[in-house]
């Protein structure tokens, strides 16, 4: 006899098969819901996120975007920036690349979300780019040459910028850059410039 089955006996109530099949739906709507959930968690786990090199300087951005913008140093001074490495030919970087749209929709004027696609024609990023409906600043990169300038070798790849100019962290791998943890990540960063916070590592990156 089920353990169901016994609990009810145990009360002098012995269900019907339709209450039994109720609850057995109910079960495992249950379960399925955790599962879900616990899925939707992991998704996002998958990334390395390290400080950057105290060693290391820091990159110079001077470079014009898709629509003719050009992002400099001064362009870019007193605000954090979530520079971030892409492609079309990368999987992980159009599945974080939503996530990117929404930061850049609710930012304020302090926080700059900025893209490079890497190792593509500039048509090819304008056609997707209006496809998707996404409008954050892209800056095209078709050698491979500011990827390679910011030691870029897994995409996608996020550098976080603080305030002064210094890059702080580097985020390898596929971030939900709209949720609680990135958004602790920009809030520590614009208060002090870089504190650290927990790192994941993931058991896969694309290369």
């Known amino acids: 006899m089920h353990l169901r089955t016994r609990l009810y006996a145990s009360q002098g109530v012995m269900p019907t098969k339709k209450a039994q099949q109720v609850l057995g739906l109910f ?3 249950f379960v ?3 599962a879900s959930n616990f899925l939707a968690s992991s998704a996002w786990a998958q990334f390395d996120k390290t400080r950057w090199p105290s060693n290391a300087a ?3 951005i001077d470079a014009p975007d898709l629509q003719g913008k050009t992002w400099s140093a001064s362009e870019l001074a007193g605000k954090v920036v979530v520079l971030n490495f892409w492609a079309t030919w990368c999987a992980p970087c159009k599945e974080e690349l939503p996530t990117l749209q929404t930061l850049h929709e609710i930012s304020d004027n302090q926080t700059v979300v900025l893209t490079i696609n890497v190792r593509e024609s500039s ?9 998707t409906g996404m ?3 892209v800056i095209s990169d078709p050698q491979g040459e500011l990827a390679k300038r910011w030691g870029v070798t897994v995409y996608p790849t996020t550098v976080l910028i603080a305030p002064n100019g210094q890059a ?4 390898m791998g596929d971030v939900d850059w709209s949720g609680a943890q990135a958004n602790q990540w920009l809030t520590e960063l614009r208060h002090d410039g870089g504190a650290a916070s927990p ?3 993931p058991k896969h990156l694309k290369r």
Request: net charge positive.
């Open 27 to 29: 079960v495992g709507l």
């Open 123 to 131: 048509a090819r990023a304008v056609r997707y780019m209006q496809t």
């Open 135 to 137: 409008t954050f600043p």
């Open 168 to 171: 702080r962290w580097r985020v």
């Open 32 to 34: 399925a819901l955790v």
């Open 199 to 201: 790192a994941s590592t």
């Open 58 to 60: 820091t990159p110079k």
